[in-house]
């Protein structure tokens, strides 16, 4: 017997009688088939499978607008030989619909004669379960029987119809750090209101397979995929240009699930109902399997990270020879009296975007550079080095002498695909394969000659998250759409750690947040709190969304918070140099510095500096105290904004203040503009040992008065406990929480920065 063959028959014996009319609802008005626990509720058109109710309990209130007009459940892009074509749920007829027993009440859906004109047909199957986390969740699965010759090359399920209109609209994605879009609808309108598709790739950019499209602290939709291994899929939504909006999640099988009797999609389909806000989805996402087999996988939750990691106070981002980054580094150790770690760029011997991966030797040459590093050392200030992960010169003697094009990328024309980055040189790079032993090798000897030759503490490996689909059969891998880059990555960072072991711990870090490789990397950067300043559209505001879910397992670190103009490599055209290079930003600026370090402070991550200088402690030395204070205060709440489970913090009701603010980079010049934003932001955590701490965070030039309603129930508070502020000199006792006045007033001075700690072992 097949394995499918076998399959469905230990599923027929779950089965009850097919669904019956009185099941469905009983007359021909409601002509649907009703699925519902005490939670959710599912209705679905018996003709096509259509989704016409998904509503939360007991309220009822349905995420999907009232309709009788179809849309496909399922929709499936096949290729037979060179003829392709397309099979969908609504054009399969009339779908076999059986009822599942057990603890978790299912429903099995059947069409077994899918096909093309002239074509053998299909069977597939849907299966859906509620009863997941014990909320107001489904589950939905789907297989298909084929023959084997055939291929898919898409499959794109659930499609979830019309999700209802409704006021104070918000759309949360986990994009970078995570993003939050108002009035969502107007995105999805596209040109001439004809209607366009809003598409996340996960994982990247998309760094967890979930959203939340919702009434800001109102009912909401939310999807999610249960996929603990990281196959790529794409978060879709869509407008029909009548104002309607559509869900649905897309696949693209590995290798056209060629040779296969049946392909089952890789993941589960979680979709449900809620009421609140993306704090409540990322609750709901960190809850799942899938989330918690990954936090699991964590470096720093496996305490695996090298220990100077943990015990860094602030980063600094410079760029250049060792006088200009580690000496700046070393005098700001001094200043914070707290460990300071490096980002250090252009410290290689190649033009940056341009030579790589001609990193060695240092510019300075290896003798000295060696010694800076082992100085710095001995000052607490720790190093990891910029090395690419993926791209390598076209222009440079190492592409021709190592005949690197034959492990690069190639599309499925058999062509590399060159990138430019660099505006002043246009010099093209290409990505290489990381599906290939020869780039890692090359990759994982250079980080072995900067950790143990150089002694350098790690490696920043950059683009980690950027992933590309190869064509070349000659590189031992899967073609086009695959695991196998997030399976490379994991590879290249086991030999890059078995290279380096005689001499320690090496530090990897790598650019973007993204939950398959946080057990392969010990920190990521993140530059969401610097949106302005890296020209991310106003449209999006950053929200913390990756940290609520996997904060304590892995560090995230950074912004791009500077006080000057960047600095312009010396390998560049000297004549292309921008004017103003390291000098002071205007003041009217300062504003926006001390809100992206605000948002670092409050949302968990290690701060950082870009760019400085020395001379800053004396020319800037207000937002110079800002970092100092911010430092000192967070350094002593390491269990909640180092370790700590992220919670809904309290509302603040705060002034919106027009700040000025500036898109810069090392090729952007500076465009300024002006945004809107509260004066003061706020994040809750609560530790291992069960105590609660907000930390806050004014930017206001002004004293604040905050009036903080403390959610008791969801802080786990007794009837009692002792209230502590921690701040720059200490911790003080504030007096006893009652929960019979559940608003706890707390004065901020002008930028003041503290946290409020709730601890409920202690009553008195």
């Given amino acids: ?223 999610a995929c249960d996929d603990s291994q990281g196959y790529r899929k794409e978060l879709a939504l869509w407008s029909d240009g009548q104002g309607r909006v559509h869900f649905e999640v897309v696949h693209e099988p590995e290798q056209e699930a060629a040779e296969l009797a049946e392909f089952r999609l890789p993941f589960a389909v979680v979709l449900g109902a809620f009421h609140g806000d993306w704090t409540t989805a990322a609750r709901l996402y960190r809850e799942s399997p899938a989330a918690q087999a990954i936090a699991a996988r964590g470096r720093l939750r496996r305490q695996l990270t090298p220990a100077w990691l943990s015990e860094t106070g602030l980063w600094i981002w410079n760029r250049g020879r060792s006088p200009g980054v580690l000496e700046p580094a070393t005098v700001m150790r001094k200043h914070l009296q707290t460990p300071v770690s490096v980002l250090w760029h252009w410290w290689h011997n190649c033009a940056y975007d341009a030579g790589f991966p001609e990193y060695l030797p240092p510019r300075e040459g290896a003798e000295p550079f060696q010694a800076a590093l082992a100085a710095a050392r001995q000052q607490d200030v720790h190093a990891i080095l910029y090395m690419n992960q993926r791209l390598w010169g076209m222009q440079t003697q190492s592409w021709i002498d190592e005949g690197a094009e034959r492990y690069a990328v190639k599309g499925p024309d058999g062509k590399v695909r060159p990138e430019v980055y660099n505006v002043f040189m246009k010099s093209p790079c290409v990505p290489m394969c990381i599906g290939t032993r020869f780039w890692r090798d090359k990759y994982a000897g250079l980080a072995e000659e900067v950790f143990c030759g150089l002694k350098a503490d790690g490696v920043y490996m950059d683009q980690t998250g950027v992933m590309a689909s190869c064509y070349d059969p000659s590189h031992g891998h899967i073609l086009g759409t695959g695991r196998y880059w997030t399976d490379g990555l994991a590879a290249l960072t086991g030999e890059i750690r078995d290279r380096c072991a005689t001499r320690g711990r090496v530090a990897l870090g790598g650019e973007f947040c993204g939950e ?75 504003q926006q510095f001390l809100l992206e370090q605000a948002r670092t402070f409050a949302w968990g991550m290690q701060p950082m500096l870009a760019n400085f200088l020395p001379s800053q402690l004396q020319e800037r030395p207000e ?26 913090p309290p509302a603040l009701d705060v002034p919106q203040q027009e700040i000025d603010v500036a898109q810069i980079g090392v090729y952007t010049p500076l465009r300024a503009s002006k945004r809107t934003y509260p004066v003061a932001l706020a994040g809750a955590w609560r530790a291992a040992d069960g105590n609660v701490a907000i930390a806050l965070a004014s930017i206001h030039d002004e004293p604040l008065r905050l009036q903080l309603p403390i959610d008791v129930q969801t802080y786990g508070l007794p009837a009692r406990c002792a209230v502590y502020r921690i701040d720059e000199s200490g911790r003080q006792r504030l007096g006893q929480f009652d929960t019979r006045d559940p608003v706890w007033q707390l004065d901020l001075p002008p930028r003041g920065l503290c946290l409020l700690e709730f601890c409920p072992n202690e009553k008195e």
């Fill in 623 to 648: 937002e110079i105290d800002y970092v100092t204070r911010l430092v000192r205060t967070r350094m002593r709440s390491l269990k909640y904004l180092l370790y700590g489970t992220w919670l809904r």
């Fill in 516 to 590: 398959p490789w946080i057990g392969n990397l010990d920190l990521t950067l993140a530059l969401s709190v610097s949106a302005d300043r890296i020209g991310s559209s106003p449209v999006w505001e950053p929200i913390p969304f990756f940290q609520a879910v996997y904060h304590g397992s892995t560090i995230v670190f950074g912004n791009y918070a500077g006080l000057v103009h960047p600095p312009y490599d010396e390998k560049w055209p000297a004549d292309k140099t921008l004017p103003g290079t390291l000098t002071l930003l205007d003041r009217k600026l300062s």
């Fill in 1 to 223: 017997m097949s394995r499918f063959a076998s399959l469905v028959s230990l599923a027929a014996l779950a089965l009850s009688v097919p669904v019956s009319a009185a099941e469905q609802g009983g007359t021909a008005k409601t002509e649907t088939v009703r699925l519902a626990d005490s939670k959710l509720q599912i209705e679905l058109d018996p003709a096509n499978g259509t989704l016409r109710q998904l509503a939360q309990l007991p309220e009822g209130y349905n995420q999907l607008a009232d309709s009788t007009e179809p849309l496909a459940l399922w929709q499936i892009a096949a290729r037979d030989g060179e003829t392709s074509y397309t099979l969908s749920a609504e054009q399969a007829g009339l779908p076999k619909i059986e009822r599942l027993t057990g603890d978790q009440p299912g429903l099995r859906l059947v069409w077994d004669k899918v096909a093309a004109p002239g074509k053998e047909p299909l069977r597939v199957e849907v299966l859906i379960r509620l009863g997941q986390q014990d909320e107001s969740l489904s589950r939905w699965e789907l297989s298909v029987a084929k023959p084997k010759s055939l291929r898919l090359t898409q499959v794109r399920f659930p499609r979830v119809p019309r999700v209802r209109e409704r006021d104070d609209e918000v759309l949360a994605v986990p994009r970078a750090l995570g993003a939050l879009a108002r009035n969502p609808r107007s995105l999805t309108r596209g040109k001439n209101n004809q209607g366009t598709r809003l598409v996340w790739p996960y994982p990247f950019p998309l760094n967890m397979p979930c959203l939340a499209f919702y009434q800001d602290h109102g009912p909401g939709f939310y999807a």
